[in-house]
Each structure stands twice: as C-alpha cells, then as structure tokens.
C-alpha cells in the first residue's frame, strides 16, 4: 500500500539556519511522482515540486532545494538561509501512475516550520 | 481571477441548515477535487470530478453532496452537519490528461459546524 511518513511534526529554527524536512514514502509501483507543497496560516496549499521516480537529479531552486534517494525511499527538502516567510507546514505527497484523467495524492502528516527572528 | 478560488471563506453553520461551498478554477483544468483537512486527519480526498464526472467518492457522508456542473465549477452542498464536519475544505484542480498531473488548490473554506 502506499504510504507517506513525515516523522518531524514540528520544528523550529532560527532565522538564517539551513533546515530540513524529512520524507519517506512507501510503493509497489516502478512509476510514481512525488510533490512537496507548503501550506502557510492562509490556508491554500502551495505547490513547490514534483518529481518522478526516473529522475533522481537533485534539484535547487533557490533557497530551496531536494534530495531524492530511490535506495531509501526518501524525498528531503533542505530549506537554506531560512527566513520568517518559511514559517508554514509542508506537506510531502505521493502519486502513481495510473490510467485515468487524474490522479490520487496520498499526503503525509505534513511538518509544522517556525522559523524565529 | 487567477488560480483556483473558493467561496465563502469562512462558515458558520449550525446542524440543521443547509449550505454550499462553491469552488472556481481559472486554469482550462479538466479534473476538480474536494479535500477534507480537519485537526486530527492528515488530508483526505473527498471527491474527484474529470471532465464534469464524478469519478472517486472516498466513502464520504451522503450530508455532503458535490456537483460539478461545468470544467471550471465544483460545488460542495452541506446539509444536517455533525461537529465533527468542522474543517478546512480544500478544492484543488488539475489539467486532467494525465494521471501525473500537479494538483493546484484554493485558498480552503474554513468551516465550522456547531
């Protein structure tokens, strides 16, 4: 069955300091896409990644960047130089391939960030 | 309007009345979601529309009703809610080709039932 563990339920940071989310994922598939979104107090989940199961290339978009590591089932986000405006909950999400004109997220519990001035 | 929008943004309701959530998405997208996000649950799909068909139904309550009359509109209609129907529903929408596709969502009504 599919499944997606985000351990850290909450973590808390200075501003400035390099953190990172954890995730891990579990899947029969051979093909599958995994996403992180964040959700800031707003409400509306923010898409920052997708990422299929082919490519394991990390990936840096500024201050943001994520390892994927097929051997351990793991999809981290690394946050660089954190600011106030990362303070948020991030959720990983998992998809799989499949026919149809859409598709299933299974979302793990998602990682509260605060980040302090 | 860009995005997906969602109206109300807030609800208050008591168990006997009847509303509706009303989602809108302005991105030519072909399939439309519900999500439940309450407290204690991680999030949980409610419903998938592709192409104006309902196509999913997580074994949802039939106190929600959803209907999707056209690509760009879903609507959630809400009747004889428990308190524990009290949450943040997400709408979220996405191209519909593929099965891969980014799911892009709104800003969520923030529902509370007394």
């Known amino acids: 069955a599919q499944k997606v563990t985000q351990a850290q339920t909450e973590i808390s940071v200075v501003e400035k300091e390099d953190v990172t989310l954890d995730c891990v994922y579990e899947t029969r598939d051979t093909t599958y896409y995994l996403f992180w979104y964040k959700q800031p107090p707003s409400g509306e989940l923010v898409f920052l990644i997708r990422?299929?199961?082919?490519?394991?290339q990390n990936e840096i978009s500024g201050r943001y960047s994520w390892n994927f590591q097929k051997s351990t089932s793991s999809f981290n986000f690394t946050i660089t130089a954190s600011q106030v405006v990362d303070s948020a909950v991030y959720f990983c999400a998992l998809s799989e391939a499949r026919s149809g004109g859409y598709n299933k997220l299974i979302f793990g519990a998602g990682t509260r960030l605060a980040v302090h001035p | 309007e860009t995005g997906v929008t969602q109206t109300p943004r807030h609800l208050v309701m008591g168990m006997t009345n009847k509303k509706s959530l009303k989602c809108e998405q302005h991105?030519?997208?072909?399939?439309m979601y519900w999500y439940k996000q309450s407290a204690k649950k991680p999030l949980e799909l409610m419903f998938v529309y592709s192409l104006e068909e309902r196509v999913e139904n997580n074994s949802v309550p039939s106190r929600f009703s959803p209907e999707c009359p056209n690509s760009s509109h879903l609507f959630l209609h809400l009747h004889t809610l428990q308190p524990e129907d009290s949450a943040l529903y997400l709408c979220?929408?996405?191209?519909?080709?593929?099965?891969?596709?980014?799911?892009?969502f709104g800003p969520g009504t923030r529902l509370t039932v007394l």
């Open positions: 991105l030519g997208h072909n399939a």
């Open positions: 979220a929408s996405s191209q519909g080709d593929r099965s891969t596709d980014t799911q892009y």
């Open positions: 990422r299929n199961s082919f490519d394991e």
